[in-house]
């Protein structure tokens, strides 16, 4: 029986899909559009009557067409009012839309950190930490800037365009058409500015980033570079970094010299063309003062919806793209599946773990596991050995339910663990990492992560079986001391103790450890083997490891070689064997002769 | 405009308000400039023509409306209109010029302190490394430097044509009619008032945002690295809850900075308008009265969008600068920190070392108190000495001394008869081989790993070193071999290979001294087994400092030195140590005690000679 592996990395969303996606999270926030579009409205219709106002206080009272001086407080009066309504309705309609895009960010953040949670193993072992957490933080900002910026501006900016371009051709048809014939091409080159940027700009902040990989590794590495006094090299490694960002940015900023100036430069065209043919038909008499201001006005007030659109729909484009990867993770990835109908595991006592015929693979390469069969009763500690890469992890994965089998079965207290509701397993099975994870939070946290609510001389038991107590009462803090960049940095050995501690804690029937002590220094490993056979009494314990300091605590001893089990039994007899398990650990004994 | 002007002073010259800080200030990029004044004086020229430009071409409209219009004259409002268009087209090319030429010199300023900053960290001591979190240091040269950069490429263009676009708008004003320009004046005051205003309270929005940004990042950064552990304790309700709060503040923050600028750009919007009321309020009695024509009050009125657009856009740029001020200050941090160990005046060139190695009466505090009380050590060239002992006694401390990562507080170390502090520190260096107990690989082939510390090596000689070692045996399970691409750090590679690699290197080196720190700790027993057999390879000919815990590498040294509390309390070959009662017998008992389960197996034949049985075989 062949299983299918889950899909972990689906292809990114269509156009439609992704537009649906999008729409739908607009319409989440549907209260806080409705008012930002009711504000771009009024905004563009606002941004029209002002220059109209003041046409008609030039024609009527500053430069009156038939000599007549009207009041020009009137009008003066009229268009600061309106500018102070238009005030409140631009501050409405910015601040509506732009809580419009942060909401939909934090939601849209929100759902993904919420699959995360339920991805499987196989979905991390696919994508980096780096590209999984930017697809929850910098991917978004398009999405936000697009949904809380453009959609709204851009509405705004067709309006703002079609309604000047209105009231021009009513003032004077003629002119309008001359006045305006340059002026597409502002959106035209907005648009093609942005297209040509963005990887310009995307490839910088790439370089960026290989800048700060050689800087950390120069650091990080300092002891290396100063023993051997390579120091200029790794200057001129770093120079040569440091050069390709510079020359990046001044591509980019030639990009911009090319275009930007040139964005300045076109509507003066337009202006030129309303001086000119306006100016004639001024002294024709068939053009006022005021209508000539009006032009002038609105063609300045036309040049930035102009422009707008043109980011706006390079920015949709980024949007959609940003939106197309987030909504087919949402959409695509599978999760390990629940039970439909869980069976619960048997209540009290030692929990026995059983392979049967037990096979695995990534799906990438060849089988890692080819037909394990293993019973461990309950309360028995069983070692597994075994060289690199004979799948000694991947076994013990599967009993979490990090993966499942291709193919056979595997039972915890009887029960096929694809038959235990996920949470009941995983608080029964308690594991400790290869590589130790810790959380950037108090040492007392850590050591209860598994179970919050562990009585605390059963949390200092585990902490002095697994070796945290003695490095722990000289930490600044003891176990309040804060773990982690932002407080002390433990070593590999001492996190290692941590890891352990806390699987101690868990109260697990069973326990799972990879080789836990892989990075503890030889005498506390002793010290540990030693405290950790009763710390465990009672519970099942298959643990993977590389020393025979740590097969000491088992009962009995595997090894798995090529995805087989090939060698049982104890170690003491094991070693007699003289196979492969003699190799893997008697050799220590050649080393010293 | 003091703040246009307090903007500008920082940018060109730092802060002037404070003389202390002038070093620390923006004025150290001034030194990147030397050789460039020329070209800086030409872009500054370029950028005050091309900000007169705009306002130029407004004084030609005037004289279209007046001169053309008015006077009914088509030729010269044709004529006029032309001049328009050249000045505009002369705009034009002078931005494209004053972009890239910017840009450039920017550029440059960016790159050389970077250059500086990365040459200077690395000859600070081990000290300051020890002392200062990575992280800290790295984001000096990265995150600091490219808020610099961000200032000193868009910012500064922003900054020169905005700053001078404005102060030609006014003069602009004045030239065109005094009166109107005093009307402007009475504006914009207030206006910089709450210019003002908004980039403090919209640059403190901002930090608070970045905070709660990079927070919020941390964490999703954690659960996603210790997702693992997360699913494994059923703990994901915890997490989302906390990282419901994070995304919360977050938004919070986001609302409040929203706020604010969603106030300002209609606010300077509006008084735009209330400008623009003013001059035809001004204006338009005055045409009544004839003082005024028409042409004056409509490029009045033009010119001042040249006032009040600069102004927003420079309100942009405030955080950008305060953000690169605090910045250069926590560089200037960094710039100022004097390397602790650095060639003394007269310092010469180390000679090719022979390897007689003293160490005399060196006394040694990390702080206050002494980790090496008068510790005398004397090898021989060619020998290997062997330092064991319990951790915090002062083995790393002592070879750490041998390497010149620190001076001792009284007495010397010696090389072939020269104190180190007389010789040049890298020429010495080089010379020298160390081995760590988590060796770095840095990103790179393995090949090129090895190549570390001699960049000359030709292939062969690569090749060869790495078969020695035995790192052609663990290259050969990747497709490409010694050419296999290590990512950062050596992920990837088991702790043995890493420790392999570095064996390699160190032989490749062909280093006079040797210094080996725990290098066969925390390995798997048979990469242990392959590195026995390469340090041996490695230590002949040379004078070697080995620290360990294993018997089995202790075992090789000509004299071994048991260092307890930063004293040296026994000396002596491993078979007079082991043969007497003492610390070393102690410890040894201690080492290989977990190994019991051996003796207890009834092992076959002649592979019984355990570790163990080192132990156990000496006469009681």
Redesign the interface.
């Known amino acids: 029986m062949s299983r299918r592996f889950l899909s972990v990395d689906p292809p990114d969303l269509g156009l439609w899909p992704t537009a649906k996606g999008l729409a739908h999270q607009w319409r989440e926030q549907w209260r806080l559009v409705a008012v930002g579009l009711v504000c771009a409205f009024v905004y563009s219709g606002l941004s029209l009557a ?1 220059p109209i106002v ?1 046409r008609h ?2 024609d009527s ?3 009156p067409t038939n000599g007549h ?1 009207k009041a ?2 009137p009008y ?1 009066v009229a ?2 009012l309106l ?2 309504v ?3 309705v ?2 409405t309609r ?2 509506a839309t ?2 419009t895009g ?2 939909v960010e ?1 939601r849209m ?2 759902l993904l ?2 699959a ?4 499987p ?1 196989s979905f ?1 072992d696919r994508h980096a ?1 780096g590209q ?2 930017s697809r ?2 910098n991917d978004l900002y398009p999405i936000r800037y697009f949904i809380g910026w453009g959609m709204t501006q851009g509405l705004q900016s067709l309006m703002l365009i079609v309604g000047i371009a209105v009231v021009l051709f009513l003032v004077n048809v003629k002119l309008a058409a001359f006045a305006l014939v340059a002026m597409p091409a502002v959106f035209v080159l907005a648009f093609s500015f942005a297209r040509k940027v963005m990887p310009i700009s995307r490839e910088v902040q790439q370089l ?1 980033a290989d ?3 050689a ?17 200029d ?3 001129a490694r ?2 040569s970094k ?2 390709l ?2 020359d990046g ?2 591509r ?3 990009v ?3 275009f ?3 964005l ?2 076109l509507p ?2 337009s ?2 063309a309303v ?2 043919f306006g ?2 038909e ?2 024709g008499g068939t053009l006022t ?1 005021g209508e ?2 009006l032009f ?2 609105l063609l ?1 007030q036309l040049v930035w919806p102009l422009e707008a659109l043109g980011w706006i729909l390079s920015l949709a484009q980024r949007a959609t793209a940003s939106a197309s990867r987030s909504f087919a993770w949402l959409q695509g990835i599978e999760t390990i599946p629940e039970p439909t109908h869980p069976t619960q595991l048997p209540h009290g006592g030692g929990l026995g773990v059983r392979f049967e015929n037990t096979h695995f693979s990534y799906g990438t390469g060849s089988e890692v596991l080819s037909g394990v069969d293993l019973d461990v009763a309950p309360g028995e500690v069983i070692a597994v050995c075994g ?2 890469g004979a799948g000694k992890t991947s076994l013990l994965n599967l009993l ?1 339910r ?1 993966y499942d089998p291709t193919e056979g079965r595997v039972l915890v207290g009887g029960v096929d663990v694809r038959d235990v509701k996920l ?1 009941e397993l ?2 029964a ?3 400790v ?1 290869q590589k130790p ?4 939070i108090p040492l007392r946290d850590n050591l209860t ?2 179970r ?1 609510d562990a009585p605390w001389d059963e949390v200092v038991a585990a902490a002095e079986a697994a070796g945290v107590a003695q490095f722990a009462a000289q930490l600044p803090d003891g176990f309040d001391t804060l773990i982690g ?1 932002r407080g002390v940095n433990l070593s ?2 001492q996190r290692q103790r941590v890891a352990l501690a ?1 699987a101690l804690v ?1 109260g697990a029937r069973v326990v799972v450890l990879d080789d836990p002590m ?2 503890v ?3 506390t ?2 010290h540990l ?1 030693e405290n950790l056979r009763p710390a465990l009494a009672g519970r099942t314990v298959l643990i993977a490891t ?4 740590t ?2 605590v088992a009962d009995r001893a595997v090894v798995l070689d090529d995805g087989v089990i090939v060698e049982s039994g104890r ?2 007899d094991l ?2 064997r ?1 196979a492969v398990f ?1 190799s ?10 | 405009m003091p703040s246009r002007k307090h903007i500008a002073q920082r940018i060109l010259r730092g802060s002037s308000e404070d003389p202390r800080r002038r070093r620390t200030g923006l004025s150290r990029l001034g030194r990147y400039l030397v050789g460039r004044r020329r070209r800086v004086a030409v872009l500054a020229l370029i950028g005050i023509c091309s900000a007169a430009a705009p306002v130029s ?1 407004l004084l030609v ?1 005037q004289d ?2 007046d001169h ?2 008015r006077a ?1 004259d ?1 030729g010269r ?2 004529r ?2 032309g001049v ?2 050249a000045i ?2 002369l ?3 002078l ?3 004053l ?2 030429g910017l ?2 010199v920017g ?2 300023v ?2 050389g302190l ?2 500086d900053l ?2 200077h ?3 600070l001591s ?1 000290r300051y ?1 020890s002392q200062q ?3 800290w ?2 984001a000096r ?2 995150s600091d430097v ?1 808020a610099l ?1 961000d200032v000193l ?1 868009q910012g500064l263009t922003t900054l020169v044509v905005n700053t001078l676009t404005l102060m030609a708008a006014i003069v602009g004003l004045f030239v065109l009619d005094w009166r109107l320009g005093l009307v402007a004046l009475v504006i914009l005051p207030p206006t910089l008032v709450i210019s003002r205003w908004f980039q403090v309270r919209s640059h403190a929005a901002f930090l608070r945002v970045r905070e709660t ?1 990079s927070s ?3 964490q ?17 309700r ?3 809850g906390e ?2 709060a994070s ?2 503040a ?2 919070r923050t ?2 409040h900075a ?2 604010l ?3 300002f ?3 300077i ?2 008084l735009g ?2 400008a ?2 003013s001059v ?2 001004v ?3 005055m ?2 009265s004839g003082s005024l024509t ?1 042409g004056t ?2 490029s009045s ?2 010119l001042l ?1 040249l006032v009040f657009q600069p102004l927003q856009e420079l309100s942009d740029l405030y955080g950008q600068v305060q953000s690169a001020g605090a910045a250069m200050e926590k560089i200037s941090i960094v710039l100022d920190t004097e390397p602790e160990i650095r060639d003394e005046p007269g310092a010469r060139r180390a000679g090719r070392i022979e390897g007689d190695l003293r160490i005399d009466r060196v006394t040694f505090s990390y702080g206050r108190d002494p980790v090496l009380h008068e510790v005398d050590i004397h090898v021989p060239p060619g020998n290997c000495l062997a330092l064991v002992g ?2 915090g006694g002062g083995k790393s401390t002592t070879a750490k001394l041998v ?1 010149r ?1 620190y001076d001792p507080d009284s007495g010397g170390i010696r090389v072939d008869g020269h104190d180190l502090r007389e010789l040049e ?6 010379q ?3 081995v ?1 107990q ?3 690989l ?2 790179g082939t393995i090949a090129d790993n090895i190549r ?2 001699h ?1 000359e090596a030709t292939d062969a000689q690569v090749e060869d070193v790495a078969r020695a070692v035995g790192v052609d045996r663990i290259a050969r399970r990747f497709d490409a071999a010694l050419l296999h691409t290590v990512r ?2 050596g992920a990837g590679l ?2 043995g290979e890493r420790q392999l690699i570095s064996i390699a290197r160190a032989l490749l ?1 062909d280093p006079r001294i040797l ?1 080996l720190d725990e290098a066969t ?2 390995i ?3 990469t ?2 392959l590195i ?1 057999q390469a340090l041996d390879r490695l230590l002949r000919g040379r004078t070697s400092i080995i620290i360990a ?4 590498t202790v ?1 090789r040294a000509d004299e071994i030195l048991v260092m307890e509390h930063g004293r040296i309390t026994q000396r002596g070959s491993f078979d007079d140590l082991l043969g007497s009662a003492g610390p070393f017998r102690d410890l040894a008992a ?2 290989q ?3 019991e ?2 003796q ?5 034949g002649s ?5 163990a049985s ?1 132990v156990s075989s000496e006469p009681e």
């Open positions: 002002i003041i206080a030039i009272s500053i430069a001086h020009l407080w003066l268009v600061v500018a102070l238009r005030f409140g631009n501050f910015r601040y732009a809580r942060i909401r934090a953040r929100e950190y919420q995360y949670l339920r991805y193993r991390y930490t999984v957490v929850a933080t960026k800048v700060t990989e800087a950390d590794e120069a650091v990080v590495g300092i002891e290396m570079v100063q023993a051997f006094g390579r120091e090299d790794v200057q770093f120079a440091a050069e960002v510079r940015v001044l980019q900023a030639r911009e010299a090319a930007l100036p040139g300045l430069f003066t065209l202006i030129a001086v000119l100016g004639h001024v002294i003062y000539f201001f002038y006005q300045l060289p690199t979490p990090f949470e995983r608080s099975v308690a594991i990492t994870i810790l959380f950037s992560a598994a919050p960049e590999g050995g806390r868990a892989s990075a220094d030889t005498q490993e002793r083997v590389q020393r025979l300091s097969v000491e170690p003491a070693l007699a003289g003699w893997l650990f008697g050799e220590e004994i050649g080393a010293v002769a | 071409a409209v279209a409306i053309g219009m009914h088509r409002l044709g006029d209109v328009y268009l505009n087209a705009a034009w090319v931005q494209t010029t972009v890239r840009a450039r550029q440059d960016v790159l970077r250059e990365f040459d960290l690395t000859t081990l490394f979190k990575a992280g240091i790295i040269l990265t490219d950069s490429s940004i919020m990042t941390a999703i950064a954690e659960s996603v690295s210790g997702m693992a552990v997360i699913q494994a304790f059923n703990r994901e915890a997490f989302l990282f419901d995304n919360d977050n938004l986001n609302t929203q706020w600028n969603s106030l750009f209609p606010g919007e509006f308008i209330v623009m009321a035809l309020w204006g338009g009695h045409i009544g028409i009050l409509v009125v033009f969008n319990e951790s390497g990562f520190l890298r020429s010495y260096r080089r020298l081989g160390v760590l988590d060796p770095f840095f990103a570390f510390a960049p950062e750090g088991s702790a080196a210094i700790s925390n798997d027993r048979p242990e087994i026995e815990h294993r018997l089995a075992r201690q080492l005690g977990s190994d389960v051996l207890s197996a009834p092992v076959s592979r019984a000679s355990s570790s080192v």
